[in-house]
């Protein structure tokens, strides 16, 4: 079953761990397909987070958060590493979950590689999305959850926020 907008229509907290042992579906340019489980994502939970782009208002880079639930926002770190994340909760609430790794490949910056996924896909919708999609094929993973990872800027607070959630058995 194709994951819609309604799945993603809900709070952050509640989709970051659903999202773990859904399947990303990539259609590349050559018809060549890629199916990936999701084994690790994160919740990032709007202005209130200090570890969250949104926390500091709604800005260029960020107005992407601020959209329908569902669409997906792509940023650069290290001027290196294209990250996935999927919007989350009904529009004008900036939450988002990133997606840190599949099976096969561990880190968030592994995964887009491997899936050719850059800023071209930012700001489009994962829900009617003929090159990503996502689905559920009723896999229930046992969830783990651990702090987020590399966010010790946010403070101690939000450092320590169990909002990372991991399969068991795919970790």
Request: proline residues 5%.
């Amino acid at each position: 079953m194709m994951l819609d907008k309604d799945f993603f229509d809900r709070d952050v907290l509640i989709v970051a761990p659903d999202l773990v042992g859904k399947i990303i579906v990539r259609k590349f340019d050559n018809d060549r397909i890629m199916r990936v489980r999701i084994t690790q994502t994160e919740a990032y939970r709007g202005v209130e987070d200090k570890a969250c782009h949104a926390h500091k208002g709604r800005t260029p880079r960020t107005d992407v958060m601020y959209k329908q639930p569902g669409t997906i926002y792509i940023y650069l770190i290290y001027g290196m590493y294209w990250m996935l994340n999927f919007v989350c909760e009904r529009e004008n609430i900036p939450q988002a979950v990133l997606i840190r790794a599949v099976e096969g490949f561990n880190g968030p910056g592994k995964l887009t590689k491997a899936l050719q996924i850059d800023k071209s896909y930012n700001n489009q919708s994962i829900c009617n999305n003929s090159k990503i999609m996502l689905f559920d094929d009723l896999y229930q993973p046992e969830i783990i959850v651990a702090p987020r990872v590399g966010i010790d800027y946010a403070g101690k607070e939000w450092a320590e926020k169990p909002w990372r959630f991991m399969d068991k058995s795919l970790s």
